[in-house]
């Protein structure tokens, strides 16, 4: 079955994972996306990898499904073809820094003239305006200056980065949004649009409930490890072979009869949510103790009826989990070179027209015949003439 995006193309200048993300989110969604790269590029510069069977895995996972072309945007004549396949592209993606599109004289403008419909998606740290505008960012760059960086980790401990690049992703996420909405009301007013997602903004965005209680009552968020900062228990705890977590407790006598602790419940400090939270140092390692006693999986068949309880996964463990399998949240992918790595696919479920990764990633190059001469005609002779004087490039 066909994607709810099928029939919407998209001219990718995107690199790294900002960018990349939010267009393979799309492209799960059945757009097809023409991934633009530099004449030369190889599979090894494409990414930090690690390189397995002669793939760039970092670079396979957000690309895949796109058509690789290589086109050299320094040239003139690469300048051209690429302005001649937004003509007939539905979305032009980009995150470079800004004004870099337009030193390439590929700007929103002159985009624009050449196809009105166009959506224009520039994703880039801080944005394309403002006094950080001109700044180089990255993950970690726009994790610091929202602050997250500033919550995560345990109270009196270093600063600790969350587990996986979320200042790129939501980016990219954001982006994705962005362009759908972009679409939607494009067919309303027949008109495209330019799209502009700052990372930081991204963050700010997703600070969601630290960002109301700064402004509503003063405090500075700080680390606070697991924990919740308004609801206790809210947090993991050590188990005899591993960690739990817990949240979601509505009968706080009833939870402390089940984990053996009944003193609690009449302990005038933890009577209520509130009072849980603001005594949570001397509650925590309570419950520690507590928890230490039994197994994690002991410790769910317990809890289970009475709140929400988990186990705290590795990626493995998680990798094995009959839920995230039953959800069929990994797809094995063809490589070029006849192997097959396993992904993470889309979490988007659609009855009808379902989204998924349907191809792994391109070969460097590996669309740039077929996409010129789909699209603008050329025949192997013009294109065998630009492969010769370096204007594109690939197999």
């Known amino acids: 079955m066909?994607?709810?995006?099928?029939?919407?193309?998209i001219l990718d200048f995107t690199w790294a994972l900002a960018g990349p993300f939010g267009t393979m989110v799309l492209c799960d969604l059945g757009a097809e996306v023409w991934k633009v790269e530099p004449v030369g590029m190889t599979e090894a510069a494409r990414g930090p990898g690690p390189m397995v069977d002669g793939v760039n895995t970092?670079?396979?996972?957000?690309?895949?499904?796109?058509?690789?072309?290589?086109?050299?945007?320094?040239?003139?004549?690469?300048?051209?073809?690429?302005?001649?396949?937004?003509?007939k592209a539905d979305v032009l993606t980009e995150n470079f820094s800004p004004g870099t599109m337009a030193s390439l004289g590929l700007d929103y403008e002159t985009v624009f003239a050449r196809n009105p419909r166009i959506i224009y998606a520039s994703t880039s740290g801080f944005g394309q305006d403002g006094p950080y505008a001109a700044?180089?960012?990255v993950d970690i760059i726009v994790q610091a200056v929202s602050g997250i960086l500033s919550i995560t980790g345990h109270p009196g401990g270093p600063p600790a980065r969350p587990g996986y690049s979320i200042g790129d992703m939501a980016g990219g996420?954001?982006?994705?949004?962005?362009?759908?909405?972009?679409?939607?009301?494009?067919?309303?007013?027949?008109?495209?649009?330019r799209i502009d997602v700052s990372m930081l903004d991204a963050q700010v965005a997703l600070l969601e409930n630290a960002v109301v209680r700064h402004f509503a009552t003063g405090e500075v968020p700080g680390p606070i490890g697991t924990r919740h900062p308004l609801v206790t228990p809210f947090q993991a705890f050590p188990t005899a072979d591993g960690h739990l977590v817990v949240a979601g407790v509505k009968d706080w006598a009833l939870f402390c009869d089940v984990i053996e602790e009944q003193?609690?419940?009449?302990?005038?400090?933890?009577?209520?949510?509130?009072?849980?939270t603001a005594n949570h140092a001397e509650l925590e390692p309570l419950l520690a103790t507590a928890f230490a006693g039994q197994t994690t999986a002991e410790w769910i068949d317990s809890l289970e009826q009475i709140c929400l309880a988990a186990p705290l996964n590795t990626i493995a463990a998680m990798a094995a989990d009959p839920q995230v399998l039953h959800r069929q949240m990994?797809?094995?992918?063809?490589?070029?070179?006849?192997?097959?790595?396993?992904?993470?696919?889309?979490?988007?479920?659609?009855?009808?027209?379902?989204?998924?990764?349907?191809?792994?990633?391109?070969?460097?190059?590996?669309?740039?015949?077929d996409i010129l001469a789909r699209q603008l005609s050329l025949d192997d002779a013009a294109l065998s003439d630009l492969a010769s004087r370096g204007v594109v490039g690939g197999p």
């Open 2 to 9: 066909p994607g709810p995006l099928e029939g919407i193309t």
């Open 58 to 87: 970092y670079f396979f996972s957000v690309n895949r499904g796109k058509q690789s072309i290589q086109v050299n945007l320094k040239s003139e004549e690469g300048r051209e073809l690429v302005l001649s396949l937004a003509e």
């Open 135 to 137: 700044r180089g960012a």
């Open 173 to 193: 996420m954001f982006t994705a949004i962005g362009v759908l909405s972009a679409i939607v009301e494009r067919e309303r007013s027949g008109a495209g649009q």
């Open 263 to 276: 003193a609690l419940a009449s302990d005038s400090r933890f009577a209520t949510n509130q009072l849980r």
């Open 330 to 369: 990994f797809v094995d992918l063809p490589t070029p070179q006849g192997s097959s790595l396993r992904v993470a696919a889309s979490p988007v479920k659609l009855s009808r027209t379902p989204a998924a990764p349907r191809a792994g990633a391109d070969t460097p190059g590996g669309h740039t015949r």
